[in-house]
C-alpha cells in the first residue's frame, strides 16, 4: 500500500517567519494530494489541496508545491501568526484509499 | 464541526467490555469514515460505509465492527475492548468518495477512548 512520510514531526517557527513542512509518498498513482489542519480538540480541518496536473496552488499566506517526479509535495505558510500553532496532516490518493502523514506540529513562537 | 456528532466524546472501559461510539451526520452526506488517531500513525482509517447498509474494512479493522442503518448513523463497535485500542476516534463524512475517491472529508470532534 501506499507509503506516506511528514517531516519535520514537530517545527517552531518565529511569529511571521516561514514554515515549509514537506511529505513524501511512494505510490507513483497518487493523484491527489490534501493537507489537513487540527486545532487543539478538534477535528482536522482541509485547508488546502492539490491535483497531480498542478505544480503549485495558493490560498493567501498558504501554498502546496507538488514534484511528481520525485514523488514529494509541501505546505508552506508566509507570515505566521499565532493562529498557525496546529499539527498539519499531509494525505495522498491514488487508487486506493486516502493515506495520511503521521502530523507535523507547528508552534509560532511570539 | 458542523453538521457531524460524535458521542460519546470521552469515555473509560475495562479490557473486555463492548463499546459503541456514535456518529450522526445532519448533511445527508452519501459517504461515511472511522479513523483512529494514534502518535507516530496520524490517522488510519478502519472502517467506511458508502451508503445504508453498505460498508468496507480499512487497513486497520481487525476487533472493529460498524453499522449504517440510516443515512445519518454510523457506529463503531468494539466488542471486547483491548488496551491497543485507546485511542481517538474520528467520524468523517464526504458528499462523494472520500478516502476511496479524491473529495473533501469533513471530520467531527473525535471521541477519547482509553480502556484499562
Known amino acids: 500500500g501506499e507509503n506516506v512520510e511528514q517531516h519535520p514531526s514537530t517545527l517552531s517557527v518565529q511569529e511571521g517567519d516561514s514554515a515549509v513542512i514537506k511529505c513524501t509518498y511512494s505510490?507513483?498513482?497518487?493523484?491527489?494530494f490534501p493537507w489537513y489542519k487540527q486545532e487543539l480538540g478538534k477535528g482536522p480541518q482541509l485547508i488546502i489541496d492539490i491535483r497531480s496536473n498542478v505544480g503549485e496552488k495558493k490560498d493567501q499566506r498558504i501554498a502546496v508545491t507538488l514534484n511528481k517526479t520525485a514523488k514529494h509535495f509541501s505546505l508552506h505558510i508566509t507570515e505566521t501568526q499565532p493562529e498557525d500553532s496546529a499539527v498539519y496532516f499531509c494525505a495522498t490518493k491514488g487508487n486506493e484509499k486516502l493515506t495520511f502523514g503521521t502530523g507535523t506540529r507547528l508552534t509560532i513562537i511570539p | 464541526d458542523a453538521g457531524i456528532t460524535q458521542s460519546p466524546r470521552h469515555k473509560v472501559t475495562e479490557t473486555g467490555t463492548p463499546v459503541t461510539l456514535r456518529c450522526h451526520q445532519t448533511e445527508n452526506h452519501r459517504y461515511m469514515y472511522w479513523y483512529r488517531q494514534d502518535p507516530g500513525h496520524g490517522l488510519r482509517l478502519i472502517h467506511y460505509s458508502y451508503g445504508v447498509k453498505d460498508t468496507d474494512k480499512g487497513e486497520v479493522s481487525d476487533g472493529y465492527s460498524v453499522s449504517r442503518s440510516k443515512t445519518e448513523d454510523f457506529l463503531l463497535t468494539l466488542e471486547s475492548a483491548t488496551s491497543s485500542q485507546t485511542s481517538v476516534y474520528f467520524c468523517?463524512?464526504?458528499?462523494?468518495?472520500?478516502?476511496?475517491?479524491?473529495?473533501?472529508?469533513?471530520f467531527g470532534a473525535g471521541s477519547r477512548l482509553t480502556v484499562l
Open positions: 505510490d507513483s498513482a497518487s493523484n491527489y
Open positions: 468523517a463524512i464526504s458528499a462523494v468518495a472520500g478516502a476511496a475517491g479524491a473529495n473533501v472529508l469533513t
